[in-house]
């Protein structure tokens, strides 16, 4: 009868698991700070065509949107089912993308301005008509620097 | 007596929360960063002189309202483009103060001088598709990447498009200055002449 008792316990002790909420809430800080909440939601197909010869686009803040594509059926007795020009969370006319463009610029720092790309995410099926419109647009209040978005994949795949 | 310990709380169900949040987080997220093929337009500029080009140094597709393609007035098939238009602008024809040292074209007289003079001209009409342009596009750009492979691959011993990746890359070790500088030296050899016209109606 020994005062210090072995402890003989059956079996292998349990793994505590209270650092796991640790690991947990880590990542899900993580995943909180990087993650971008889609701003725009979008009212037309917007299937992009694919292309391999690509450039990133980052800096994100200095990147201006124009989606263009056949709106979606729930907006097709609407708008029609011919191919439209989306600004924002609006269905816009070609007139509308020198106004977007102007407003876009006030509302980012004067010495960025020179540095704003236009996105163009056009849906694939698109006529090529709307696209060049928007073009002409963005030539009359200087905005060149233009980005055809696409998807990453085999340019002939998009013939199929 | 057996001394009494507090009691714990149990913390296994904040796992459970914190999953949950994650899993939410995590379906939210959008890190992948758009990419696409970057152009810049032409300024408007109302009394634009057109610049002599002859007719040799212009390389001519045309994509017409039916997604068929047009090669310097003849036929052509997408798969094809990209190499006829390395033959076209690695083709040094130029003789004397225009000619092409680099180049390894058939040195053709009918067909383009320099890389320099080099144009291609992309002509569209209204009713062609978007995702045939974009394939154009994307051959063409092509053409010129592989022509500043070939060249990068000489001189420096890696290709263009991994010089360019490197120069994206914040993580790259290395010296950007002369990776800049070497860039711009490929950039001169095969410099992107790509002209997009607005779109004709053609009948």
């Known amino acids: 009868m020994s005062k210090f008792k072995k402890k003989t316990g059956g079996g292998t002790p349990g793994i505590s698991t209270a650092s796991l909420p640790d690991i947990?809430?880590?990542?899900?800080?993580?995943?909180?700070?990087?993650?971008?909440?889609?701003?725009?939601t979008p009212l037309i197909e917007n299937v992009l065509p694919t292309a391999d010869e690509v450039e990133k686009l980052d800096k994100k803040d200095l990147v201006m949107y124009i989606y263009a594509g056949k709106p979606l059926p729930r907006y097709q007795g609407q708008y029609g089912t011919e191919a439209r020009i989306q600004l924002?969370?609006?269905?816009?006319?070609v007139n509308d993308v020198q106004a977007f463009i102007q407003a876009e610029r006030e509302s980012k720092r004067e010495e960025l301005v020179p540095f704003l790309t236009?996105?163009?995410?056009?849906?694939?099926?698109?006529?090529?008509?709307l696209v060049?419109?928007?073009?002409?647009?963005?030539?009359?209040?200087?905005?060149?620097?233009?980005?055809?978005?696409?998807?990453?994949?085999?340019?002939?795949?998009?013939?199929? | 007596?057996?001394?009494?310990?507090?009691?714990?709380?149990?913390?296994?169900?904040?796992?459970?929360?914190?999953?949950?949040?994650?899993?939410?987080?995590?379906?939210?997220?959008?890190?992948?960063?758009d990419s696409g093929i970057s152009r810049r337009l032409p300024p408007i500029d109302d009394n634009q002189d057109i610049p002599d080009i002859r007719k040799k140094n212009i390389f001519i597709v045309l994509v017409n309202k039916d997604d068929q393609l047009l090669v310097n007035d003849d036929p052509a098939e997408l798969k094809d483009l990209r190499q006829q238009a390395i033959e076209f602008l690695d083709n040094g024809g130029g003789?004397?103060?225009?000619?092409c040292d680099y180049c390894q074209g058939p040195k053709d007289p009918s067909s383009?001088?320099?890389?320099?003079?080099?144009?291609?001209?992309?002509?569209?009409?209204?009713?062609?598709?978007?995702?045939?342009?974009?394939?154009?596009?994307?051959?063409?750009?092509?053409?010129?990447?592989?022509?500043r492979d070939r060249?990068?691959?000489?001189?420096?011993g890696q290709t263009y498009r991994e010089m360019e990746k490197n120069k994206a890359d914040p993580n790259w070790r290395g010296d950007k200055e002369k990776l800049d500088q070497q860039l711009s030296v490929l950039k001169a050899m095969y410099p992107q002449k790509l002209s997009e016209a607005e779109p004709k109606r053609r009948d």
């Open chain 1, 24 to 40: 947990v809430f880590m990542l899900l800080f993580f995943f909180m700070v990087v993650t971008v909440l889609r701003q725009t």
């Open chain 2, 1 to 33: 007596m057996a001394k009494r310990s507090a009691p714990e709380v149990n913390a296994g169900s904040m796992a459970d929360i914190a999953f949950l949040l994650l899993i939410f987080f995590l379906v939210t997220t959008t890190i992948e960063t």
């Open chain 2, 95 to 99: 003789v004397g103060d225009e000619a």
């Open chain 1, 132 to 160: 060049s419109d928007i073009k002409q647009e963005l030539r009359q209040v200087n905005a060149l620097k233009i980005n055809y978005t696409t998807r990453d994949g085999d340019a002939a795949s998009n013939l199929e």
């Open chain 1, 88 to 93: 924002n969370d609006k269905f816009a006319n």
């Open chain 2, 151 to 156: 060249e990068a691959q000489r001189l420096y």
């Open chain 2, 112 to 147: 383009s001088d320099n890389p320099d003079k080099a144009v291609i001209s992309l002509q569209n009409d209204r009713l062609t598709s978007y995702k045939m342009y974009i394939a154009v596009q994307n051959e063409l750009v092509a053409a010129y990447n592989d022509l």
């Open chain 1, 118 to 129: 236009t996105s163009l995410k056009v849906d694939g099926e698109t006529n090529m008509g």
